[in-house]
């Protein structure tokens, strides 16, 4: 989907509604945005119906690949814990970073958006029941209701068992998994052709009712969200100068990497120019061919940031507070969901809609964010092409990281 296509929708849904807010009828305002909202429901519907099965097959396939692929070679597995390690510590900061600047910004507070009918609203933290609703009574149940804890729950658990099979049976189940997500992320394409429609029907709606205030909330989203991505920035650099010292000048030959990923709000795009940039600059081969792709795969820093910043800016502008506990719950849930969807169009706000209904945040609220989606995929793509940068060289080691392959 281009994304000059959705801005334009966006731009003129948020004109055509101004106008109708200033020159319309309350009538006339009430029956034009409860069509436009109709039409951006269907949207959403299309988008829910994608979450689980996506959700599920990505999940175990992912889990049982790595489980399966183990490589017994020397100085793999110490390159491997490494790069893992690096994965946990840059996605926890990314996310709590993002819940901990939008708790400080409230950028969607001003909205004061009326709450969907039939949204669940969040219960108060209950340690017993939690741990009660972690396991699916059935996973057939679990997906019929969305419910993305237990589908995590049951994906991470059916992902180890099938990579600890050995024989073409469990080759088999992987590649049909694979094959099941790679459908879904199709099907996704297919979905967000629809973006610019829904778009503009959805701004159309909230301006309509609830006029200019709206843009004083994008401004601040906008502008926190990319206040936040330089934060992470600096503590990913500094984090990475204690751990590998004056190797980290490598990074210098990133910078135009990330700016092409910038401008084209693709991180994949850069995939291939990336890896040469390390190996030219003395990273050894095999440890970007082992931790780079790996890297596109769970440590998308950019895509963790946005999506813990979003959805505290969802429970914002619906007027919704989430407790400590519900906010660090609702951390740990998108840790998981967000790992695996590299190749997904939009792939964040898949991740998002698969979170929000867990913890009582109206999925309308993805389409307040769609319309700028674009220009925050840019940032968000030019700091996961940087983590996986510093990621990459942190996995080498301070004694490896300059050495020629």
Not at 63 to 87: K, N
Not at 256 to 261: G, R, V, Y
Not at 337 to 357: C, D, F, N, Q, W
Request: hydrophobic share 60%; proline share 4%.
């Amino acid at each position: 989907m281009k994304a000059w296509a959705i801005l334009g929708a966006l731009c003129l849904g948020a004109v055509l509604g101004l106008a109708l807010h200033q020159g319309g009828s309350q009538r006339s305002i009430a029956i034009l945005a409860d069509q436009a909202t109709l039409v951006a429901e269907l949207f959403l519907r299309l988008i829910r119906m994608i979450v689980a099965p996506l959700v599920l097959a990505m999940l175990a396939a992912g889990i049982a690949g790595a489980r399966a692929g183990g490589d017994q070679e020397s100085g793999t597995g110490r390159i491997v814990l490494r790069a893992m390690a690096w994965f946990v510590a840059a996605s926890l900061a990314s996310l709590l970073l993002g819940l901990l600047l939008a708790d400080w910004l409230r950028p969607g507070a001003s909205l004061h958006l009326a709450i969907p009918a039939g949204t669940s609203k969040p219960a108060g933290f209950d340690a017993h029941a939690f741990l009660l609703h972690l396991v699916p009574v059935s996973v057939a149940d679990a997906m019929a209701r969305n419910d993305t804890v237990q589908i995590v729950v049951f994906a991470v658990l059916f992902g180890a068992a099938i990579g600890s099979i050995a024989g073409p049976g469990a080759s088999r189940l992987r590649t049909g998994l694979s094959d099941l997500a790679d459908a879904m992320l199709r099907l996704t394409a297919l979905v967000m052709r629809l973006a610019p429609v829904a778009v503009f029907c959805a701004l159309f709606a909230l301006f309509a009712r609830q006029g200019p205030a709206l843009a004083h909330g994008y401004a601040l989203f906008v502008g926190g969200f990319y206040a936040a991505m330089l934060v992470l920035w600096a503590l990913m650099l500094g984090a990475a100068r204690l751990l590998i010292g004056r190797r980290i000048g490598v990074l210098r030959g990133v910078a135009p990497s990330m700016l092409l990923a910038f401008a084209t709000a693709s991180s994949e795009s850069v995939f291939p120019q990336l890896a040469a940039t390390l190996e030219a600059d003395g990273v050894p081969a095999r440890v970007v061919g082992l931790v780079l792709p790996l890297g596109y795969a769970f440590n998308l820093d950019g895509s963790m940031l946005f999506q813990s910043f979003a959805a505290m800016f969802i429970a914002q502008a619906y007027g919704i507070a989430l407790s400590p506990w519900q906010q660090a719950g609702l951390l740990l849930v998108l840790m998981a969901t967000s790992k695996g969807t590299a190749g997904v169009p939009r792939a964040a706000i898949v991740s998002l809609a698969a979170v929000l209904p867990a913890f009582g945040l109206p999925d309308a609220g993805l389409l307040l964010i769609l319309g700028i989606d674009h220009l925050l995929d840019m940032g968000r793509s030019a700091t996961s092409v940087l983590g996986n940068a510093v990621a990459t060289l942190v996995a080498a080691g301070p004694r490896e990281a300059m050495r020629r392959a």
